[in-house]
Structure formats: C-alpha cells, structure tokens
Antibody, heavy 117, light 113 residues
Framework: EVHLVESGGGLVEPGGSLRLSCVVS????????MSWVRQAPGKGLEWVGH??????????DYAAPVKGRFIISRDDSKNTLYLQMNSLKTEDTGLYYC????????WGQGALVAVSS | DIVMTQSPDSLAVSLGERATINCKSS????????????LGWYQQKPGEPPKLLIY???TRESGVPDRFSGSGSGTDFTLTISSLQAEDVAVYYC?????????FGQGTKLQIK
C-alpha cells in the first residue's frame, strides 16, 4: 500500500522559514511528478506547486502566491519530496499535503503550518 | 490561469436519489496529446485528505464505487452519484491538471436531505 508521510510543520512567525518533507513508500517515486497542495482552515484546496520527474527535466512550477518564496525539491534516492518555505506570511497558514502525479491519486495526511506572531 | 467554477456550492439530496455536481472551466481542458480532458474529481470528508474519484474526466479510480461517474468535455463537466449513500456526505472538488497552475473548483458540500 502506498504511503505518504509529511513532517516539518509547526508554528512560525511572519517572515520565518520552514521546510516540509514528504516520505513516500511502496511507490515508484522516481517515476512520478510530485505536488504540494494546501488547505487554509475551513477553506478549499490550493495547488502550491509541483516538480517533474528527472526524466522530464526535474523542473518546477509554482502558484503565483508562493513563487519566489517557496522551493520544491526531491531526493529520489530517499523517496522524499521537500518544500522549503521562506518569507512566510499569515496567509500561508494551513494544512500542507503532498500528492502524487498530475491527477492526485495518493495523498499524505498533511502537515500543519501556522504563521502567527 | 484556468478558473474552475462549481455549482451548486451546496446540495442536499435524499438517500437513494441522484446527486449531480457541475464544474465549468474558463477555457478548454482538452489535452491535445491524447484527446482527453485533464479533469479530476475529489471527495473530501472532514479531517481526511482528499480522495481521487475520477480522472481524465470519466475514468473511475480503482476501488471507487460505480455509483460515481464523471462526464463532460471541453469546458463543462459533471460528477454524478447515481444513488446517494450516507457515506457520500462530503465536499467534492473538481480540478484541472492540463497546465500549471493547476486549479481547483471552490468545492460543493453534499448533505443528506
């Protein structure tokens, strides 16, 4: 059974940084595009960005609200996806999910990020 | 960016009855490479991550009950639950994955009447 486990969430002050990790098991991680999706409290789903598999160039795309502040990376040797979040704003507060492929067939349980002073 | 608009925002249906949720995209989500629509549907229950129900607009994900079906093409899509069960109470989202930024609809809350 495929498992995705996010970690690294927490409380941070505005302007601070956090790095989320997502470890994927029982899945051909290196062959998949991987995404981060977030959900503000009581709100809908928002795509944050994705990283392509290395065979497709390993490039990244980001949603406009996070472009220039967030960086997605991957380590295929560790089956791990990362989200480096810098210059955090209060509006970045929410549950951050990692998800597989372009249509998100597998999801983690999410990592909670709270940005507050 | 492609804007996804769902209707209605909320819906109450009696058990055993049909539920229909609509999703409209601001531009076509037809993927020219395979002539399929890059449209997915998700179900999210409280406290849980979303669950993929349908992809390529009409392909049911493995393990999803056949009472769930997706239809439509171009800019107009529909998720249909043929006979509503109590466990189908959830929020449903459509999503286009044709090109970044991938975008979701605002969600439709489905309840029992």
């Amino acid at each position: 059974e495929v498992h995705l486990v996010e970690s690294g969430g927490g409380l941070v002050e505005p302007g601070g940084s956090l790095r989320l990790s997502c470890v994927v098991s029982d899945f051909t991680f290196s062959n998949a595009w991987m995404s981060w999706v977030r959900q503000a409290p009581g709100k809908g789903l928002e795509w944050v960005g994705h990283i392509k598999r290395e065979s497709d160039g390993g490039t990244t795309d980001y949603a406009a609200p996070v472009k220039g502040r967030f960086i997605i990376s991957r380590d295929d040797s560790k089956n791990t996806l990362y989200l480096q979040m810098n210059s955090l704003k209060t509006e970045d507060t929410g549950l951050y999910y990692c998800a597989t492929n372009s249509w998100f067939d597998y999801w983690g349980q999410g990592a909670l990020v709270a940005v507050s002073s | 960016d492609i804007v996804m608009t769902q209707s209605p925002d909320s819906l109450a249906v009696s058990l055993g009855e049909r539920a229909t949720i609509n999703c409209k995209s601001s531009q076509s989500v037809l993927y020219s490479f395979n002539n399929k629509n890059c449209l997915g549907w998700y179900q999210q229950k409280p406290g849980e991550p979303p669950k993929l129900l349908i992809y390529w607009a009409s392909t049911r994900e493995s393990g999803v009950p056949d009472r769930f079906s997706g239809s439509g093409s171009g800019t107009d899509f529909t998720l249909t639950i043929s006979s509503l069960q109590a466990e189908d109470v959830a929020v449903y989202y459509c999503q286009q994955y044709c090109s970044p930024p991938q975008t979701f609809g605002q969600g439709t809350k489905l309840q029992i009447k």
